[in-house]
């Protein structure tokens, strides 16, 4: 069988764009992750090119939050992580301007914006697996922070769930730069398809050519 090629992997029919944690608290101005803030600013550009390009293809994006309660009930602290979090002076309590999605990416009326209380990425016990699967979706493409955690989990969650993956390489971020960049190349390019945002936007733009009018 021959491989497909990215524009078939990413044809607008079975595709969506799932951000991760790309919301005020974690890479806004008032972060909880200031370090993660400041290296994220690229990133947010190229992203934010990429749901244009995506919405003007149909392609769905969906927008993958995180938030915890004022009294933490259902939220995890079994890892050194979250109970950084818990001492930060930043609160990503539910439905707060922390938790809101940047505005460089809208969003759009037409995204979906799904939040969770709990787990190191999107994908684990929430409900972005059968969301994805009632939208008829059979490849994701990854985007948003961070390579170190959240990132490198929910590839590996999309692959064990069936998914195909594509990897945005130019629309996500880990700290620092180097061990992202190596975590990429040496255990991601090996799961997903490594692709730029402007290589997916035009494989948008030639499915929309070649869509029948």
């Not at 769905?60 to 933490?72: E, L």
């Not at 809208?106 to 969770?116: M, Q």
């Not at 390489?169 to 975590?183: F, L, S």
Request: glycine fraction near 6%.
């Amino acid at each position: 069988m021959a491989k497909p090629t990215l524009s078939e992997l990413v044809h607008p029919a079975h595709t969506a764009v799932v951000t991760s944690e790309v919301q005020n608290g974690v890479v806004g101005e008032r972060s909880a992750l200031p370090e993660l803030a400041a290296a994220a600013r690229p990133m947010i550009e190229r992203l934010a090119v990429l749901c244009t390009a995506a919405r003007a293809a149909g392609v769905p994006v969906i927008h993958a939050t995180a938030s915890r309660r004022a009294d933490g009930a259902g939220s995890n602290t079994n890892a050194r992580l979250f109970l950084a979090l818990r001492k930060s002076p930043v609160s990503l309590l539910p439905g707060s301007a922390e938790t809101d999605v940047v505005p460089e990416l809208g969003p759009d009326p037409a995204d979906l914006i799904l939040n969770r209380l709990h787990g190191l990425n999107p994908m684990a016990g929430t409900d972005l697996d059968p969301v994805l699967r009632n939208l008829g979706v059979t490849t994701i493409v990854v985007t948003g922070v961070s390579v170190n955690i959240a990132i490198t989990n929910l590839v590996m969650d999309a692959i064990n769930h069936g998914y195909q993956v594509v990897l945005a390489r130019d629309a996500v971020v880990g700290i620092p730069q180097e061990y992202a960049d190596a975590v990429i190349d040496n255990t991601l390019a090996l799961l997903a398809t490594v692709a730029t945002v402007e290589e997916l936007a035009v494989a948008w733009r030639i499915a929309s050519q070649e869509a029948p009018s």
